[in-house]
């Protein structure tokens, strides 16, 4: 978790938060970064993770209620589209004709001056620095 060591500050995309609540790899930066590092995300990330939590629940046979709390629990700072607004339109530019639901999250980088936290190849070639879980969990 070297890398971890380096960092002020994240922003998180909704599948490793995902990941972290079903008890993947992704919590173990999530624990790690408790102590660390702030992690932020925006409402409408947040919002995505809790409309997968009833679909995850009945896939994987867990408790949905198990599954929100765990969320809640999370080291995040949840950020409204108020704060980073400003940054939405070169986020649109940025991402082109990707994922829309990605520029939400790449505005609050951008609004952050922080890296992004997220497995999604739709950041990969964006001039913005993106960690996959996988860089992140490494000593």
């Keep these: 978790m ?16 995902l990941s972290a609540i079903l008890g993947g790899s992704a919590r173990k930066v999530f624990l790690k970064s408790e102590t660390s590092i702030p992690l932020y995300t925006t409402v409408f990330n947040f919002r995505e993770v809790e409309r997968y939590i009833p679909i995850l629940s009945a896939k ?15 080291p995040l700072i949840i950020c409204d589209e108020n704060f980073y607004r400003e940054k939405i339109r ?12 990605d520029i939400h999250l790449l505005a609050l980088a951008l609004k952050l001056e922080c890296p992004l936290w ?12 993106v960690y996959k879980t996988l860089e992140l969990i490494r000593d």
Excluded at 60 to 74: D, K, N, T, V
Excluded at 90 to 101: E, F, S, V, W
Excluded at 118 to 129: A, L, R, Y
Aim: proline letters at 4%; a neutral charge; charged letters at 35%.
């Design 2 to 17: 070297k890398i971890l060591k380096g960092l002020e500050k994240l922003a998180v995309d909704a599948n490793p938060i």
């Design 60 to 74: 994987r046979g867990i408790s949905a209620e198990g599954l929100y709390l765990a969320l809640s629990i999370l």
């Design 90 to 101: 070169k986020a649109r530019t940025l991402t082109g004709k990707r994922d829309p639901d």
């Design 118 to 129: 997220s497995n999604d190849k739709d950041f990969e070639g964006i001039e913005i620095t």
